[in-house]
């Protein structure tokens, strides 16, 4: 495995992996110690394509009795408004047929914001309740939006907030139109973790692939810590692990 290491600082790591077989296990083995280490380990768990690697290896090790998730909760970060969880591009959906229902993750402990709540204040404001009762969440699993964004967290929220029901910028729904048949049926809206909520994890694990993730990835790392670039409040975490393929890296001067 030929992996590109870096301990940038003491909070912050950054590997790169151009296979995508190896940047899954590698994913995986970050998985696997916080589930050793703790087997009732809280996992927040992300959407999009960053993630689809990770998990398929998840499912393998599972398949072949190497991590096992039956005592493991679950939260997601967001949710699209107005997609119930039958609709192919909901991300309960999605993490239905990409782990869940491949795994021994008990029903129970999965907890995913309902989009279709006819009260979403209340809704967003039950999910901070569960956040805090099952919380904190020992690994957070992050993509990264080509605009900086982390859950549904579009540029200008602040740091401060918790789980709450947000707009999505135009550049976020143009990104996600590729999912569904028309930019049109893309939801105008999403509940989602908020920036506090995920910076209350105690260790993050940030993914991100491709050319079209270059210039979000160096401000994220390198620029300005500000709420315009969600991401960048990972420098201000204690534990955050970044994983990049070289083309997502390409930017980057802590790593030359
Ligand atoms: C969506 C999700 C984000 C995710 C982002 C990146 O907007 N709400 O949580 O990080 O997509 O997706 P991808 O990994 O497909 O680039």
Request: charged share 20%; net charge negative; proline share 6%.
């Amino acid at each position: 495995m030929v992996i590109k290491q870096w301990q940038v600082n003491p909070s912050l790591r950054v590997a790169v992996i151009d296979d995508s077989q190896e940047y899954a296990q590698f994913a995986a083995d970050c998985v696997c110690r916080v589930l050793q280490a703790k087997p009732a380990a809280v996992l927040g768990l992300a959407t999009g394509s960053s993630p689809i690697g990770l998990y398929k290896e998840l499912i393998a090790r599972y398949k072949s009795g190497r991590i096992d998730f039956s005592q493991v909760r679950t939260f997601n970060l967001d949710e699209y408004v107005g997609l119930p969880p039958e609709h192919p591009q909901s991300y309960r959906y999605f993490m239905e047929e990409n782990l869940f229902r491949h795994v021994n993750v008990k029903p129970e402990n999965i907890h995913i914001p309902s989009g279709t709540n006819t009260d979403l204040s209340k809704e967003a404001e039950n999910y901070a309740q569960l956040l805090a009762t099952y919380g904190p969440v020992d690994l957070q699993v992050l993509g990264l939006g080509g605009n900086g964004h982390i859950g549904f967290n579009e540029p200008g929220t602040p740091f401060s907030s918790r789980t709450h029901v947000v707009q999505l910028a135009e550049s976020t729904i143009e990104a996600n139109s590729r999912f569904f048949t028309s930019k049109e049926q893309v939801p105008r809206q999403a509940v989602t973790m908020g920036v506090a909520d995920i910076m209350a994890a105690r260790e993050i694990m940030l993914l991100a692939s491709g050319e079209q993730k270059e210039q979000a990835i160096k401000a994220a790392l390198e620029g300005e810590v500000t709420p315009q670039v969600p991401a960048s409040v990972l420098q201000t975490h204690n534990n955050v692990t970044v994983i990049l393929d070289p083309a997502a890296a390409a930017l980057l001067d802590c790593i030359k």
